[in-house]
């Protein structure tokens, strides 16, 4: 059954039944105080707001009973899928590996990389645990979806600009249609949010349809 989102640069038409929620990498240490994100001197209030808009549509594609996929960044703890340059990027004291008040960070079975309860995924829903920015890199995502016969992905999510932007890229060339929940991701950086979710947008939709989850969720219930 066909049914429409409104949204920008213009509605998209979907089918419930091919359709899924990917929740990008809402995990404890980019969203709460005192996790890695903290670490790096970022606000982590500008993450948190996306909270409350991702679990309403969390919810509302709950009770339509589509397909829910979460995911997390983060290394094995002997860090053999970790290359050594993202863990000298930056010159951090504190950097993936490294002990953190949420345990090691960016570590695999620690506190800090585990899903905020807030959005915590229930028995059913597959997690994805990627070594990478995008959630296809290294992943069983794109066959967990095809097996599945997904053709439209809704997607939510930190960073914008990071995981988000490069997860629905990836998307893009693997043919999936893409709607970017605009108030239910969230970056550090305003201006980056902004221009992340115009990118997307762009040029007639260039990597996919942007919407507010109220539109989300009125078309989903």
């Given at each position: 059954?066909?049914?429409?989102?409104?949204?920008?640069?213009?509605?998209?038409?979907?089918?419930?039944?091919?359709?899924?929620?990917?929740?990008?990498?809402?995990?404890?240490?980019?969203?709460e105080?005192g996790?890695f994100?903290?670490?790096?001197?970022?606000?982590?209030?500008l993450?948190?707001?996306?909270?409350?808009?991702?679990?309403?549509?969390?919810?509302?594609?709950?009770?339509?009973k589509?397909?829910?996929?979460?995911?997390?960044?983060?290394?094995?703890?002997?860090?053999n899928?970790?290359?050594p340059?993202?863990?000298?990027?930056?010159?951090?004291?504190?950097?993936?590996?490294?002990?953190?008040?949420?345990?090691?960070?960016?570590?695999r079975?620690?506190?800090?990389?585990?899903?905020?309860?807030?959005l915590?995924?229930?028995?059913n829903?597959?997690?994805?645990?990627?070594p990478?920015?995008?959630?296809?890199?290294?992943?069983?995502?794109?066959?967990?979806?095809?097996?599945?016969?997904i053709?439209?992905?809704i997607?939510?999510?930190?960073?914008?600009?990071?995981?988000?932007?490069?997860?629905?890229r990836?998307?893009?060339?693997?043919?999936?249609?893409?709607?970017?929940?605009?108030?239910?991701?969230?970056?550090?950086?305003p201006?980056?949010?902004r221009?992340?979710?115009?990118?997307?947008?762009?040029?007639?939709?260039?990597?996919?349809?942007?919407a507010?989850?109220a539109?989300?969720i009125?078309?989903?219930?």
């Amino acid at each position: 059954m066909t049914r429409v989102f409104k949204a920008e640069p213009y509605d998209l038409g979907f089918d419930p039944a091919s359709t899924a929620l990917v929740i990008i990498d809402m995990q404890r240490d980019f969203l709460e105080p005192g996790g890695f994100g903290s670490m790096l001197g970022n606000d982590v209030s500008l993450l948190r707001s996306s909270i409350a808009p991702c679990k309403a549509v969390l919810d509302a594609a709950r009770k339509a009973k589509m397909l829910v996929i979460h995911t997390r960044e983060g290394h094995a703890p002997d860090m053999n899928d970790c290359p050594p340059s993202k863990k000298a990027r930056g010159g951090l004291k504190v950097g993936i590996g490294d002990a953190g008040p949420m345990g090691r960070v960016l570590i695999r079975g620690e506190k800090g990389h585990d899903i905020i309860p807030e959005l915590y995924p229930a028995p059913n829903e597959p997690v994805i645990d990627k070594p990478g920015k995008g959630a296809f890199f290294a992943t069983d995502l794109e066959l967990m979806l095809r097996n599945r016969g997904i053709k439209t992905l809704i997607v939510c999510g930190v960073t914008t600009e990071v995981c988000v932007n490069t997860t629905v890229r990836e998307a893009n060339d693997r043919g999936f249609e893409c709607l970017v929940v605009s108030d239910a991701v969230g970056s550090y950086f305003p201006e980056f949010n902004r221009i992340a979710l115009e990118m997307i947008k762009a040029q007639g939709g260039i990597f996919g349809w942007v919407a507010p989850s109220a539109a989300v969720i009125a078309a989903v219930g």
